[in-house]
């Protein structure tokens, strides 16, 4: 996608602090930080959302988990969230599929 944020950042084209990177998922901290730890792991390969991710690369969509995970446990933390907001009523902003892992401080339910 040529005019995808997410697509710039795993192509090098857009600076971003990447935490991790697997074959199939890069890690970068969000610019927003919204926790002491706040990483979104995104496919390399662009999708608009997890749904479609899923559908389309099941292989991936379960690496992204295993990323979060690794991401989680580098940083010191047993306990983390892992959300995929999808669709603009649901907090989506970049419509690249992402997964945020926030973690490093209480998390109250529901979110809000
Ligand atoms: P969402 O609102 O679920 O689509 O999440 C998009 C996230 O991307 C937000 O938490 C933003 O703070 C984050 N974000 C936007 N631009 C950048 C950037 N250049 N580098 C890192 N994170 C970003």
Same mark, same amino acid.
């Given at each position: 996608m040529d005019d995808c944020l997410f697509c710039k950042i795993v192509a090098g084209e857009i600076p971003a602090d990447i935490v991790h990177a697997t074959e199939r998922t890069v890690a970068f901290r969000d610019?927003? %930080? /919204? %926790?002491?730890t706040h990483v979104l792991v995104v496919p390399r390969d662009h999708y608009a959302d997890a749904a479609e991710l899923a559908t389309a690369d099941p292989a991936a969509s379960a690496e992204l988990v295993l990323t979060a995970a690794a991401v989680a446990t580098a940083e010191g933390h047993d306990d983390y969230r892992l959300v995929f907001n999808t669709g603009a009523g649901a907090g /989506?902003?970049?419509?690249?599929a992402h997964l945020h892992v926030l973690a490093g401080r209480d998390l109250t339910w529901p979110p809000g």
């Open positions: 610019i927003n %930080a /919204q %926790a002491p /989506q902003s970049v419509f690249h």
